[in-house]
């Protein structure tokens, strides 16, 4: 890891999920990721075109269709993109690169809460959707700039909080909408929600094409998030970003902070899921950026299985959303960056590849909500979250005398920087009691 990290009808589709795909080489040595052996690389790879056709869906969903079914939600989000528009209808956008940023507001209605599961996105399987059990459309329309800002004052909360999501890669327009909505409902975020969905081709044979597309959209980004900061009404950004845009997102603060000297001050929060960053880019970006800069919290796990494809691709070396935050030089890493780290690992995924938890788990969209895109802490008390964690498992434990109702206490294990000074001797004070059901409730 490089040191420095402290430093200044429809035609029938398939179902698919992000991946991750790699940024450059490195030297640094491989760590152990997990205790389960990685599957071949040929059987990973066979397994990422069984989930991509998992599921068939409608085509061409974004076409908009009126819903007065009062049961329903809807959210309402600010697209900007760098795609090239489509030439199918209700796409919108293709994979293909634009010759500039485009915005469009879209509206999607979202079923009622007991007609979905939440975390998930039901997408329709023939057009037109049915809103009672499906997600739909109903409501697009371009914007130029000014009519963009016009939007954005127009569903700013109260707060004045902004929330920029950037989606990951396999992703197709349409996936990165219904996937943002999802979020947004799902965590109750107060926010006004602008995704920024850059050109993938939604497929898992288009590494070198989507990688090289996140370095064609960084600019871009960077406006976007200048445009934003600039406004006089908002008042807070909070940045999410998921596997390979984590690099885009990285890559535009990192390139504002040169041009301007700094991030800019609005960007308070941001937020990686299932980074796909090599680590040691990770590290040089981060002393590019210096300081003061956004606080950053990562969702990591040590069973992504996309990211395992990842760092076998990029020639073995770890990739951020990979790496065990309990382990060096990762723990006092992190430590002194001051970087959140929350590790999903013993936390059961939706997908076979563990790569998508942060958005499908409701307890992790609901923190989400709560606390990170609020711009708070993972605790207000004076320990760190990982201690509250032991303490509650402990507390089950004694009560109820079951392993398994530790685990349901404590599916994630949370390192704040005052929490990785003084997990070891938590765990090692806790698990002896225990029999070791603290190390199986936060995947030890």
């Known amino acids: 890891m490089a040191a420095g990290w402290t430093d200044p009808v429809a035609r029938p589709r398939k179902d ?14 491989v760590s152990a990721l997990s205790n389960r052996p990685p599957l071949p690389f040929l059987a990973l790879l ?17 076409i908009p ?21 489509s030439e199918v209808p209700g796409m919108l956008y293709s994979g293909e690169r634009g010759q500039k940023a485009e915005m469009t507001a879209i509206t999607v209605s979202i079923p009622p809460d007991r007609s979905r599961k939440i975390g998930q996105v039901q997408w329709p399987r023939r057009l037109p959707p049915d809103p009672a059990t499906e997600f739909a459309t109903t409501r697009v329309e371009p914007f130029n700039r000014g009519e963009a800002r016009a939007w954005l004052r127009s569903h700013l909360p109260p707060s004045g909080r902004v929330l920029v999501f950037v989606h990951g890669f396999n992703n197709q327009y349409e996936d990165a909408v219904y996937r943002f909505a ?13 995704l920024f969905t850059w050109p993938s081709r939604g497929s898992i044979f288009a590494y070198n094409y989507d990688k090289e597309s996140t370095n064609y ?45 700094r991030v800019a001050p609005k ?38 299985r996309a990211l395992n494809l990842s760092r076998r691709i990029s020639g073995n070396v770890d990739r951020l959303g990979q790496v065990d935050p309990r382990i ?24 076979p590849l563990n790569h998508g938890k ?87």
């Open 267 to 304: 960007i308070r929060n941001v937020i990686l899921a299932s980074p796909d960053l090599d680590v040691d880019v990770f590290g040089q970006q981060m002393a590019e950026i210096g300081r003061p800069r956004p606080d950053f919290t990562l969702f990591v796990s040590q069973d992504d």
């Open 328 to 351: 060096e030089p990762y723990r006092s890493e992190f430590e002194k960056a001051g970087i959140t780290v929350l590790d999903l690992t013993a936390l059961q995924g939706g997908d």
């Open 65 to 85: 269709i009126s819903v007065d079914n009062p049961a329903t939600s809807k959210v309402n989000v600010l697209v900007a993109t760098t795609r090239k528009e």
């Open 182 to 194: 999802q979020i947004v409902h799902d965590s109750g975020a107060d926010v006004a929600p602008v």
């Open 358 to 444: 942060f958005a499908e788990s409701p307890y992790v969209v609901r923190l989400l909500g709560n606390r990170l895109i609020a711009g708070q802490t993972v605790t207000d008390s004076p320990v760190g979250l990982g201690e509250s964690i032991g303490a509650l498992a402990v507390g089950t434990a004694q009560t109820v005398g079951s392993a398994a109702s530790v685990a349901v206490s404590a599916p994630i294990a949370v390192f704040d920087p005052r929490t990785r000074r003084t997990y070891t001797e938590q765990v090692d004070r806790f698990g002896q009691a225990l029999g070791g059901t603290i190390q199986t409730a936060v995947g030890q």
């Open 217 to 261: 959209s960084r600019h871009a980004l960077e406006e976007l998030l200048r445009d934003l900061s600039r406004d006089g009404r908002v008042r807070e950004i909070t940045v999410m970003a998921h596997s390979m845009g984590s690099w885009l997102t990285v890559e535009a603060l990192r390139q504002m902070a040169i041009r301007d000297g």
């Open 46 to 62: 066979v397994m990422l075109a069984l989930v991509s056709s998992c599921a068939s869906r409608a085509e061409g969903v974004l």
């Open 16 to 29: 698919c999920d992000c991946l991750a795909l790699p940024d450059a080489p490195s030297t640094a040595p």
